[in-house]
């Protein structure tokens, strides 16, 4: 068991949130009860996540998208009252880490992203003002797109979109979790032959063509869950905490 304000001392020495320039605040976003024993992470604040961890007699529950995001309403009303509800209701709290978790060198949705698809990282670079967002790396041999499509569907249990718009094998390859498409101008500059993240748009397919890459929709989801259950294990060895990841599905 850890008192709220230790775990959230160790969470932010770990993943340094100060150094990243986000959408939402990181660290503590609702204050629960002050004794924490056992921890719930998940992708999402959702209602689904906070009711599973509230029937799990979660202490605190850790996640890569929070609450009380830049632009957002800032009433609390419809959707957010009721999440925020039940958190207070069940003395649940709330850590929420946005980018620090998508940068972090080995808990990272990034890093594991790499793992998973059995990438050496050469570089992290900074973008859109954020370093070590946008990773790169080289497979160990190269591979023809389709066959990386097929381990991408394996790893992730999701399957992937591609837009075929580079060679007919691939070696190395740039990739950023979630909604980083918009990253594929930058990830064409560096030189890969495919880019790799979460969710696709319109503009990203002709970027694609006309820039000669791959590119691969991973899922938004899908793509990041690595990082908040790589956190979870490590507080669960560092801090002696009990630990549950708890997926919502989520098809995005
Ligand atoms: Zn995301």
């Known amino acids: 068991m850890v008192h709220r304000n230790r775990l959230e001392a160790y969470l932010n020495e770990l993943l340094a949130p100060a150094e990243y320039p986000d959408y939402a605040p990181n660290g503590l976003q609702v ?26 007699g979660a202490d605190a529950v850790i996640v890569h998208h929070g609450s009380f995001w830049k ?41 594991g992203l790499g793992r998973l698809l059995g990438l050496e990282t050469d570089a992290r670079h900074a973008a859109k003002g954020v370093p070590g967002l946008l990773w790169s790396g080289v497979l160990a041999e190269a591979e023809a797109p389709e066959a990386f499509s097929a381990r991408l569907e394996q790893a992730l249990g999701r399957r992937p979109v591609h837009v075929d718009g580079g060679p007919a094998a691939l070696r190395r390859v ?55 259950q790589a956190l979870g294990a490590h507080l669960a060895e560092v801090l002696g905490l009990d630990h549950h990841y708890i997926e919502v599905d989520n098809p995005a």
């Open 31 to 56: 204050e629960g009860r002050e004794e924490v024993a056992t921890v719930v992470t998940g992708v999402t604040a959702s209602a689904a996540l906070i009711e599973a961890a509230r029937d799990l």
């Open 174 to 228: 740039a990739w950023c979790s979630g909604g980083a498409d918009g990253l594929i101008e930058q990830a064409a500059g560096l030189g890969v032959d495919a880019f790799i993240s979460g969710e696709l748009s319109e503009p990203t397919t002709h970027v694609a063509r006309e820039r000669g890459l791959h590119y691969f929709a991973a899922g938004h989801h899908a793509s990041e869950r690595s990082g908040v």
């Open 71 to 111: 632009g957002e309403d800032p009433r609390v009303v419809g959707m957010k009252a009721r999440r925020l509800q039940l958190l207070i209701e069940s003395g649940i709290n709330l850590f929420a880490y946005h980018l620090p978790l998508d940068v972090h060198p080995q808990l990272g949705n990034n890093a």
